[in-house]
């Protein structure tokens, strides 16, 4: 018998995978996720008496109704009555059923209690520890079902180490598969397993010794290979690649290493011996769609669009499974290499599954860029939202295509129509408090933006964009420096976030700080606005040539900012740019 992780637990909560069957008998129990003949022996001999059958009724016409509750206590109070494993199971399924983790222990515990011999009742309540956090109430039970794979235990342990990644606690779950392991170490993937368990744990000398001797007991392991090369790598790339580079000489067919050494050297910028693995990769698999899309998405990583748009199109040619992916890669280069009618025509291609909404929005926005605003509102308009999240991003998308018209009333009214049918929706609140500093309806700016910080408290931008409009408008500036400052603790790199903190400094009559945060913010990213807002710095400062280059840097980089064009205009009064 195969070794199972029940999908029960390995996701989130308690939830099981099947619905509970509403109608079945004592000896005709729900279904698991396998079959399993309960032992005559361990059947208990009890009569149907007539509290019995009350309760089993009550259970049932319960279930029926949709009372869980009500049906888990009638289910557990016959289980501990009957000693009827089978019951025991039906409790079992239906507290998970209900998210009850106090529940399902205990019915589950019940059901290994009553049938020792069970491996659903053994799997059942090791996933459920786990889930739990209980990992030494687990350990017994994962050392039985271990003991039970006899020849399937290595593949047993590596579907194990995939329900035990989810514990957050990672130095326990190391602890808890090098105790497991003590039996078989060896198996390969026993090695494997610690391996991975010392990585989330941040024992990177351990997780690389493990890896190296599940390679030692299997060398031609790819998987295995390619896990031994990440860890290398975060020693430095050029370990990496000449472990990657031995291990192809001895097995040259590996083609899942040779594409985890290419991106490598792509990563250390080696373009010319990362163009000759992809070669490799062509040369030995011609008819391999598979492959040809690897390398075509490697190609773009190295931004050899023509290796990429070419692989692609064998990929179609030889029948890649998802058609509707190479379709909107393609797109995707299409754009990149400045063709929209192509673009336009390879996102129509692509015609459901995931990337079906993104390409269609993609489509219409390239519609508007040719000047078909009202089609393309149409398409995005007549597009249909399988939930809330997506109709949100098809608002979205309307309103960015309006943004760049500089229709901003109308940006601001379809985004107002939008959160009347999805309230405190997130994004919706943020796109419209900037519609509403465009207009200077800046009440609803900053009812929108406080709303957003209490929803999403964790949020950066809600806080950065409430500081910076408060800092603009010159009020309320010691609160925009204490949001503008949260917004860093939140998110340190950003460089807006820094330009933002910078221009309240400024405001605030504090030059020098704000030049040292603005200066930092143009050095991470050498943005028009940064720029506009570090050379009035500079030019107030003093330094006024300084402020020239500044502003001549960013307007041949984008001629047509708002921000910068508007800083120009205010000091050409002073022939700024003579």
């Known amino acids: 018998m195969k070794f199972k992780i029940l999908c029960v637990l390995l996701l989130s909560g308690l939830t099981a995978c099947a619905q509970i069957p509403a109608k079945e008998g004592i000896e005709e129990t ?42 888990l206590n009638r289910y557990l109070k016959l289980a501990k009555t009957t000693r009827d494993p089978r019951i025991a199971k039906r409790a079992s399924e239906i507290a998970l059923h209900t998210g009850n983790p106090l529940a399902a222990e205990q019915a589950t515990a019940l059901w290994v209690e009553l049938d020792p011999d069970s491996v659903d009742a053994r799997q059942t309540i090791a996933a459920l520890l786990v889930n739990l956090g209980k990992l030494d109430t687990a350990r017994p039970h994962l ?3 271990l003991a039970s794979e006899k020849e399937g235990v290595g593949h047993a342990f590596m579907q194990l180490n995939q329900l035990l990644s989810r514990n957050p606690d990672r130095a326990a779950t190391l602890q808890l598969i090098q105790q497991l392991s003590q039996p078989y170490k060896n198996l390969p993937e026993i090695h ?37 090369g990440r860890i290398l790598q975060r020693i430095s790339n050029t370990g990496a690649s000449e472990f990657y580079r031995n291990y192809l000489k001895k097995y040259p067919a590996a083609n899942e290493v040779r594409i985890a050494y290419s991106r490598v050297l792509i990563n250390d910028n080696e373009i010319d011996l990362a163009r000759e693995q992809l070669q490799l990769l062509l040369d030995k698999n011609p008819e391999d769609p598979e492959i040809m899309l690897a390398i075509g998405l490697l190609a773009t990583e190295m931004g050899d669009f023509d290796i990429t748009e070419t692989t692609f199109k064998k990929a179609l040619s030889l029948g890649y499974k998802d058609l509707n992916a190479v379709h909107f890669h393609l797109a995707q280069i299409y754009e990149e290499t400045k063709r929209p009618d192509m673009a336009m025509e390879s996102y129509q291609m692509v015609k459901s599954g995931p990337r079906y909404l993104p390409a269609q929005i993609r489509y219409a926005d390239l519609l508007a860029s040719k000047g078909y605003l009202k089609e393309a509102r149409e398409h995005l308009q007549k597009l249909p939202a399988a939930n809330d999240q997506q109709a949100a991003h098809l608002i979205l998308a309307e309103a960015q295509i309006l943004r760049r018209s500089k229709a901003y009333q109308e940006v601001f009214d379809l985004l107002n129509a939008g959160l009347k049918k999805l309230p405190d929706y997130p994004e919706l609140l943020y796109d419209r408090a900037l519609a509403a500093d465009k207009l200077g309806k800046f009440n609803i700016l900053e009812q929108d933006l406080r709303k957003l910080i209490q929803l999403k408290p964790d949020s950066a931008h809600a ?14 500036l010691p609160e925009a420096l204490k949001l503008i400052r949260r917004a860093v603790e939140l998110s340190p790199e950003d460089p807006y976030i820094m330009d933002s903190l910078g221009w309240v400094y400024y405001r605030m009559g504090n030059f020098v700080e704000g030049l040292n945060y603005l200066n930092l913010a143009f050095a991470a990213r050498p943005d028009p606005e940064i ?26 980089k984008d001629p047509d900012n708002e921000v910068l064009l508007e800083t120009l205009q205010r000091f050409m009064k002073k022939k700024v740019m003579d």
Do not use: C
């Open 143 to 145: 050392e039985k079902l």
């Open 30 to 71: 729900g279904e698991s996720i396998e079959q399993e003949e309960v032992s005559q022996a361990n059947l208990p001999k009890q009569e149907l008496t007539a509290p019995i059958l009350f309760d089993f009724l009550v259970g049932e016409t319960a279930l029926q109704r949709g009372n869980l509750d009500i049906a």
């Open 531 to 556: 720029a506009a807002h570090l050379g009035e710095v500079l030019w107030m400062q003093g330094a006024k040539e300084d402020a020239k280059n500044i502003w001549r840097f960013a307007l041949e």
């Open 192 to 228: 494997f397993a610690i391996s991975q368990a010392a990585w989330f744990a941040n024992q990177h000398q351990l997780a690389l010794e493990e890896m190296q001797r599940a390679l030692a007991l299997r060398p031609d392991w790819e998987i295995a290979a390619i896990y031994n």
């Open 463 to 476: 806080y950065n964009a409430l500081g910076y409009s408060l800092a603009e408008r010159g009020a309320q």
